[in-house]
């Protein structure tokens, strides 16, 4: 038996309620029908589909929960998941290849600045602020057990292929310990 009252529905809107609805379809759930977890707060048997905080309990992939993704390749204890095929982590040979581009220029404020402040001797001082933009991709290729794939991660800043590597070397380490 559980400590906790059967939830009762809330006010049912009607047509001129304030979200539109279809015929017979209420926001609310029926009587007796719970929406968050166990009604009795007990754990949720594995297999149930009990909801906690809204969102649904998903059960634990085989091979272990995924220790790191790489773009779309997911990496877990024993095996790597991606997009080709799952192969065993054993073996698996991981290539990361750098193509970001970094470009500098000088800002529009800077050329501004160095007009204003030139009869000042100041002028040319602006001349020395650069902006740098960086684009291209980080390319990550897994070759295992029959799976190849490869992935390509946008590079938003320049520390995005320094973090890639170091999730490469991650996997690389679990791929020899394994």
Known sequence: M????????GPQPGPEGPYPSSPGDTPYPP???YTGGSPSGEMVPYGQ???TGGWPQLPVPAGGQPLTSIGDISITQTAV???AGRCPIR???WTCTDMTQVQSSIPAIA???CI???CFGLGLLFLLMKEHKVSGFVQVTVQGEGVYHSTMIPAYSRDTAPQIMQQVNYAR???AMA
Request: net charge negative.
């Open 173 to 175: 380490s679990l791929a």
């Open 49 to 51: 589909t009990a909801q």
């Open 91 to 93: 073996g698996t040979v």
């Open 111 to 113: 050329i501004v600045l």
């Open 81 to 83: 998941i991606t997009p």
């Open 31 to 33: 009587p007796g029908m």
């Open 116 to 118: 204003l402040f030139f």
């Open 2 to 9: 559980s400590d906790y009252p059967a939830p009762q529905p």
